[in-house]
């Protein structure tokens, strides 16, 4: 009985390690695969769109990367925020028949804080010089060539991409949804910005180093002796 309850328990502990590194090999192959997808874009990227069919009008040479429609245009906008209290006091007795209560207070503090806001819905365009949002109401421009960062954050839920720009006072960005056109949009974003910056080849040695990097990386099966029932 109790040989038979360890192989029990040996081949749950089997099933379960097979099913983790099932796991981790799907996640690793997404990783190349996602990996491999960038690589191609950024050999190939002036096939990658037909700027005849661009939402935008191009400028000289100007070639797309990417185009997400419903991307939503976000900034960063201050929000006051109100504090008040109030102080009834207390009566406190000073001698027999002698009562003392002080004065009703009421006070209130202001501070502010930076929140997210999104101002329209539209079209955000990527392409080698820049980003475009046209919106219904809004249309807002980032050139690479003057962009200081490249910032995510999460709000509520939802995964923001803030572009600050030089000499622009407020930031602001994107939300594009979840999934493939977040990650692609990162991606060309990137790309973007290298081909604008003088960094292309670099960008394109990156993104091969980190192929080599994750195809080494590959998971290792669980060993078999991992589930041998433990000796009595």
Excluded: C
Excluded at 35 to 43: F, M, N, S, V, Y
Excluded at 102 to 114: C, D, I, L, T
Excluded at 115 to 131: K, S, Y
Excluded at 219 to 229: C, F, I, R, V
Aim: aromatic share 6%; hydrophobic share 40%; charged share 25%.
């Amino acid at each position: 009985m109790k040989e038979r309850r360890l192989a029990k328990a040996a081949a749950e502990a089997k099933a379960a390690a097979e099913r983790e590194h099932a796991e981790a090999l799907g996640e690793w192959k997404d990783t190349i695969e996602g990996i491999e997808q960038a690589l191609d874009a950024a050999k190939h990227y002036t096939e990658l769109w037909d700027e005849s069919q661009a939402p935008i009008i191009p400028k000289k040479n100007e070639e797309l990367l990417y185009v997400v429609n419903g991307a939503e245009l976000v900034e960063i906008k201050s929000r006051k925020i109100n504090y008040g209290s109030t102080s009834h006091g207390m009566s406190i007795r000073i001698a027999k028949g002698v009562t003392y209560r002080p004065s009703v207070s009421r006070g209130s503090m202001q501070a502010s804080e930076e929140v997210p806001t999104v101002l329209d819905e539209g079209t955000f365009v990527i392409t080698n010089q820049r980003a475009v949002f046209s919106g219904t109401k809004t249309n807002r421009t980032w050139l690479w060539a003057k962009l200081i960062s490249v910032n995510t954050e999460v709000h509520q839920g939802h995964v923001l991409v803030f572009l600050p720009v030089e000499n622009r006072m407020k930031t602001s960005g994107v939300h594009l949804g979840t999934g493939q056109a977040l990650d692609v949009g990162l991606t060309r974003i990137n790309l973007g910005i290298a081909l604008a910056t003088g960094r292309y080849d670099d960008h394109v040695a990156q993104i091969e180093a980190d192929l080599r990097d994750v195809q080494a990386d590959r998971p290792a099966p669980p060993p078999d002796s991992t589930y041998l029932p433990a000796s009595s």
